[in-house]
């Protein structure tokens, strides 16, 4: 009989040796126990003895390892009979494991971002690194600590995608700012009241602070919906038109240059127009307008804001409506500077950017949003032989709840953590609250979307060419969204939370998708091969089909996305403005309630000079490599 020798050292993971403690032993068996409501202490000391006696045994007579007593601790556990503790301790070990890699990964992108010396990451500054380093830390502490095991690696595989996941539990997505309240009785942010503007320039800085304010309690967009009739209730009668265009490029001007208190990017402001028929509501909106067209000092493309135009027959959609000629003009900038996106969508909805679509009123918002990976559903279900359709309605019964989950951990948050939305009272059903009191019940007025991505490349595993292909997989298609909404709606009624159905925008997301895809099912034609899936329920864009057809193939899917769907317009150049009014119309007679044109757009970093890339600018012959590129990302123009 081997006799067991006694323990008193043990060997870490990172090659230390120290001084061994039996009580750990038992804390782990009893931790894992009191998982599966387990209680008997007297029972843990007893299998605890049994894991030393095994690994005192061991005939090498080296010096044991933690795995060593990990594993050990398993097949007692196993082999006395408590399986349901085994495998709370398997999960509590996983968990633990995943820790210390996340510690690793984190260190080596904290190394990534310190050493990153590409162009824009210098013309950021130390402030995006700090930032950046905050963002990768936030990240880590969230998927290690707080998401629950399955959440966490659904994210991980490709399964799901959690935007804005650094804020998980710290900020909702983004915020319809009830701005004429605002502008009528003033309001206090940061040190000291503000009060209300009496003249154009004074509400244009105003405006300024709010978006920031807004912004520095969410991390998504924020809206101001009816930004043209709001300012022209409050300004004076005979506000001219120089003094708009001197605020409202003021206004331009400062939503381009600061950034976000304590963060590092630009307000995500959305203003909405188009609408007011007013002789000072059209002036606001021509100044706006004219205002961003302009651009910056050089004549640098704006970035900020984004314009939401708003379409109404009767208004402004056809010649001869009152504020057709503002239609024109959003078009100019459109076809200049891609900063407009086109709503043709019922009374009062507000977007933030073009791709959030939220209900109507304001003083709420979207306060979480996931996106579903399409592809990836359809290609396990063919290669388990399972049925796509209840793998999908799988998948959103799945999210709607780590949405809930995620509502439930920002929930828990007290009201004075936001001091602006919550603390000013902006947030609708926020007056009552204390600022110790948590957020979770006015939280819920705002949306939750589950957002789609990639119908057309799911489309091709399941029926072998994309709803651009035929009428039948067309058909397909319509089934899945129709399907997919309703549940939205039924698990909304359920659960008592605003749930909605979002055609996600690329964004990202779908290259990351796509990539994640290729590793675990190799390279499929038409679907991994690409570099990224389309967004939502878009075409590729190599689909082969004139706009007019993409355009009624796609806006048939608009009305099913309670949280939004843009029909992004892409085209290799821009269009003359002529026919791109005509595609706007036609897009609001398709059904199409987001319309944005999409071509490439770069800035000159030695004039400033915007236009199409070029091998050389045309105004300062500056070399095309150095220009920066304006990518669309969150539904915001960013430099690339």
Same mark, same amino acid.
């Given at each position: ?29 009893? &931790? ?31 010096? +044991? ?40 990964? /984190? ?16 013309? !950021? ?24 095991? *399955?959440?966490?690696? !659904? ?99 400062? /939503? ?23 002789? /000072? ?20 493309? *704006? /970035? ?80 388990? !032989? ?22 439930? #951990? ?45 119908? #057309? ?60 895809? &290729? ?20 075409? +590729? ?35 003359? *403005? ?11 007679? #398709? ?36 220009? &920066?590129?304006?990518?669309?990302? &969150? ?6």
């Amino acid at each position: 009989m081997v006799m067991a020798r006694e323990i008193s050292e043990i060997q870490k993971r990172d090659g230390r040796i120290v001084a061994f403690d039996r009580s750990k032993i038992v804390a782990a068996i009893m &931790r894992s126990a009191q998982a599966v409501q387990g209680s008997d202490y007297n029972l843990a000391d007893e299998l605890a003895q049994d894991v030393l006696r095994r690994v005192g045994t061991d005939a090498s007579g080296k010096i +044991p390892t933690v795995e060593t007593i990990q594993d050990t601790i398993e097949k007692v556990l196993i082999e006395h009979g408590h399986a349901r503790t085994a495998k709370a301790f398997i999960l509590y070990r996983a968990r633990r494991s995943r820790i210390r890699e996340g510690k690793s990964e /984190l260190m080596d992108t904290v190394a990534e971002i310190l050493s990153n010396d590409e162009a824009p990451a210098r013309a !950021a500054g130390s402030r995006w690194r700090r930032a950046a380093i905050g963002v990768a830390a936030s990240r880590e502490f969230y998927m290690n600590r707080v998401l629950p095991e *399955a959440m966490a690696e !659904a994210h991980e595989a490709g399964a799901i995608h959690l935007h804005g996941l650094a804020d998980y539990a710290q900020a909702p997505h983004g915020f319809v700012v009830p701005y004429l309240r605002l502008l009528q009785d003033g309001f206090a942010s940061g040190h000291g009241f503000m009060r209300a503007p009496k003249r154009a320039a004074s509400a244009a800085a105003l405006t300024s602070v709010i978006l920031q304010a807004a912004q520095a309690d969410c991390h998504g967009g924020q809206t101001l919906a009816t930004f043209d009739s709001d300012l022209a209730t409050v300004l004076p009668a005979q506000t001219t038109p120089a003094e708009l265009d001197q605020a409202m490029e003021s206004l331009v001007y400062n /939503l381009n240059t600061m950034s976000v208190q304590g963060g590092d990017h630009l307000p995500y402001a959305s203003l909405q127009v188009g609408l007011d028929v007013s002789p /000072l509501g059209r002036e606001v909106t021509r100044a706006l307008l004219t205002a961003a067209g302009r651009g910056l000092g050089r004549g640098e493309a *704006a /970035l900020r804001p984004h314009v939401v135009f708003l379409l109404r027959a009767g208004v402004n959609l056809n010649p001869g409506d009152p504020n057709f000629d503002l239609t024109r003009q959003a078009v100019e900038l459109a076809c200049d500077r891609r900063l407009v996106t086109f709503v043709h969508d019922g009374e009062g909805v507000a977007y933030a950017g073009h791709e959030a679509r939220v209900g109507a009123g304001t003083g709420v918002g979207q306060v979480a949003r996931l996106s579903v990976n399409l592809p990836r559903l359809a290609l396990t279900a063919r290669r388990e !032989a399972t049925d796509f359709h209840q793998a999908l309605d799988a998948a959103i019964r799945v999210a709607a709840q780590h949405l809930v989950h995620r509502l439930d #951990a920002l929930g828990a948050r007290p009201a004075a953590d936001f001091p602006f939305l919550m603390g000013q009272r902006l947030w609708n059903g926020s007056a009552a609250l204390t600022p110790e009191a948590p957020i979770r019940d006015v939280l819920r007025e705002g949306t939750l979307a589950i957002g789609l991505v990639g119908l #057309a490349q799911a489309l091709v595993v399941l029926a072998g060419e994309h709803h651009g292909g035929s009428p039948s997989v067309q058909a397909e298609g319509l089934t899945i969204i129709r399907r997919a909404a309703a549940l939205c709606a039924e698990l909304g009624d359920q659960l008592g939370v605003r749930l909605v159905l979002q055609s996600a925008d690329a964004d990202g997301v779908s290259e990351r998708f796509a990539r994640l895809d &290729r590793r675990e099912f190799g390279l499929i034609k038409g679907v991994t091969e690409m570099p990224g899936y389309s967004a939502g329920v878009s075409l +590729p864009a190599d689909a082969g089909l004139a706009w007019h057809e993409r355009l009624t193939i796609e806006g048939a899917y608009a009305p099913l996305f309670a949280g939004g769907c843009v029909f992004r317009d892409v085209q290799p150049t821009t269009l003359p *403005a002529e026919q791109a009014i005509a595609r706007v119309q036609a897009a609001a007679a #398709a059904g199409v309630r987001a319309y944005a044109l999409d071509f490439p757009l770069s800035i000159c970093q030695g004039c400033g000079h915007t236009a199409a890339p070029v091998a050389e600018c045309a105004k300062c012959a500056s070399p095309g490599e150095t220009a &920066r590129g304006i990518v669309r990302r &969150r539904g915001y123009l960013e430099l690339s």
